[in-house]
């Protein structure tokens, strides 16, 4: 499948981007694991892809898992809208982790949605 492999991992990049800013939980992590299982030939799949279904480490443990640091190549904005994605889903945001308000990140959602 597109994106899931070192070297082709927008997908798991973008999955991983969003668990790390709050997007989504492991839970969901887990059940995109089935979705793509089963909507995808098996022999096409990395293996780690099965283990996710019932993963419940830490993001560390998320990268170990994978067998690489998954990178979503994206731009700043569009950083900034899964944020945004995060603050609609209640999250709050740290100034602490992010140089950008609340009312950024939803303005880089309109943008990039």
Not at 85 to 95: D, N, P, T
């Given at each position: 499948m597109l994106g899931l492999v070192k070297g082709n991992d927008q997908t798991i990049g973008f999955v991983y981007d969003c668990l790390l800013s709050g997007v989504i939980n492991m839970d969901e992590v887990n059940r995109w694991a089935e979705k793509v299982i089963g909507e995808n030939e098996v022999s096409d799949l990395p293996d780690y892809i099965f283990d996710l279904i019932d993963f419940k480490g830490i993001v560390t443990e998320f990268e170990r898992?994978?067998?690489?640091?998954?990178?979503?190549?994206?731009?700043?904005?569009?950083?900034?809208?899964?944020?945004?994605?995060?603050?609609?889903?209640?999250?709050?945001?740290?100034?602490?982790?992010?140089?950008?308000?609340?009312?950024?990140a939803l303005e880089a959602l309109k943008k990039h949605p």
């Open positions: 898992l994978l067998g690489f640091f998954p990178c979503w190549k994206c731009t700043k904005e569009q950083d900034r809208a899964v944020y945004g994605l995060a603050v609609k889903r209640g999250e709050k945001l740290s100034q602490d982790d992010v140089s950008f308000n609340e009312e950024q």
